[in-house]
């Protein structure tokens, strides 16, 4: 029998790629109520860094806005995850919650440790969330939502080749908009499944240029500013109407795989354990943030011949800042282009955008003198 509690509570939580798809299908299976804050634009950065600390990175500025634009749309709780570690992210759930407080939001704030109790943590949350503590019907919400994590990163991964090809700009990405719906609706793996598969066919209905030159770029950094279209002022997109193929080497599925799924249920080697093998030759520890894993992705993306490599950060992010004082050495080394892009609520669209295309220019003349060299 569900044993339900009676109080239910209107709660919500930042956007961050498509994350918001899946905490949001995760919080209604399960009879919770969401508010959601606007899509995050410059309203939202506006607000968060009217009242953020100076010197505080544009994800935190990101995430408080979020937060004020959700209970002024009437949340009464809002969750947020925290971590361990070298980084302002361990003080980031004090810092919004005081935040919050001081603007005079009576408000119920969710702090979720997932290093601490991963999967656990992110169950004893929904149950306060959405009143459910039928461990049966939790159990289930939160393994689809967990699903639902790797099909989007997949459904990604399948818009960025055909955004690199194709002839009407937009297009893929339409599709892929539109199947965002299909994934949110499933409320089973069954519905999952049929869901990617639709999915797909209405992305590859996108005419391409199958003969157009196509580069093929990773993308790491700061995990926050990789998943998110907004800080990083889609940096997809931008790519893929230079005729780019991006691949994120810091994914949702990956954080998923290493900071909720208990390790006897993974399968194959995680991001982490990955970047602590490839980065061994310039650096042996953890030092904050995803300062190990940007390391480590040059060098892996070395080693499969990616063409090139952006790495993107937040101004003031001390571990990138670190990582970024490394390529130079990895450069040396014979790694491949690396285009390194720090971010604020100052940075110019403009420079931006000419930024990309001369380290698109770059990467194919290096790749014409490879190929000559071959030749």
Not at 58 to 66: A, D, E, I, Q, S
Not at 153 to 166: G, H, I, Q
Not at 195 to 214: L, S
Not at 272 to 291: C, H, M, V
């Amino acid at each position: 029998m569900t044993n339900k509690k009676s109080k239910k509570i209107k709660v919500s939580f930042p956007h961050m790629g498509s994350l918001y798809v899946v905490g949001a299908s995760l919080i209604k299976s399960l009879g919770g109520e969401v508010i959601l804050p606007p899509k995050t634009s410059k309203k939202t950065l506006s607000l968060g860094t009217k009242y953020s600390p100076e010197a505080i990175c544009l994800p935190y500025k990101l995430l408080l806005g979020n937060y004020i634009e959700a209970v002024e749309r009437g949340a009464e709780a809002v969750i947020m995850i925290s971590s361990p570690g070298i980084c302002r992210l361990g003080e980031y759930s004090k810092s919004i919650k005081n935040a919050l407080e001081d603007l005079g939001y009576k408000i119920k704030y969710i702090d979720i440790d997932l290093y601490k109790g991963k999967f656990f943590e992110l169950v004893d949350c929904m149950k306060t969330v959405s009143g459910n503590t039928n461990i049966v019907d939790l159990g289930k919400a939160v393994g689809l939502a967990l699903q639902k994590v790797f099909v989007l990163d997949d459904l990604e991964n399948t818009l960025s080749y055909y955004r690199a090809r194709e002839f009407d700009y937009g297009q893929a990405e339409k599709a892929f908009n539109k199947s965002l719906n299909w994934v949110d609706e499933a409320s089973t793996g069954k519905d999952l499944k049929e869901a990617k598969i639709e999915a797909i066919k209405e992305i590859k209905k996108t005419a391409i240029d199958t003969n157009r030159e196509v580069l093929n770029v990773d993308l790491t950094g700061e995990i926050f500013m990789v998943l998110d279209p907004f800080s990083n002022q889609h940096i997809e997109r931008e790519l893929g109407r230079l005729g780019v193929q991006t691949k994120r080497s810091m994914s949702l599925s990956g954080w998923v795989k290493t900071a909720i799924i208990p390790k006897f249920l993974r399968s194959g080697e995680t991001h982490l354990e990955r970047a602590f093998r490839f980065a061994k030759p310039y650096l042996t520890r953890d030092i904050g943030g995803d300062a190990i894993e940007s390391v480590s992705d040059v060098a892996y993306a070395t080693s499969r011949g990616t063409d090139g490599i952006v790495h993107v950060s937040p101004f003031t992010c001390m571990p990138e800042i670190m990582s970024q004082n490394i390529f130079p050495r990895m450069r040396q080394d014979g790694a491949l282009p690396i285009l390194a892009l720090v971010m604020d609520e100052q940075t110019g669209r403009a420079g931006f955008v000419t930024r990309l295309e001369a380290f698109v220019d770059l990467m194919k003349r290096r790749k014409r003198l490879s190929n000559a060299g071959m030749a």
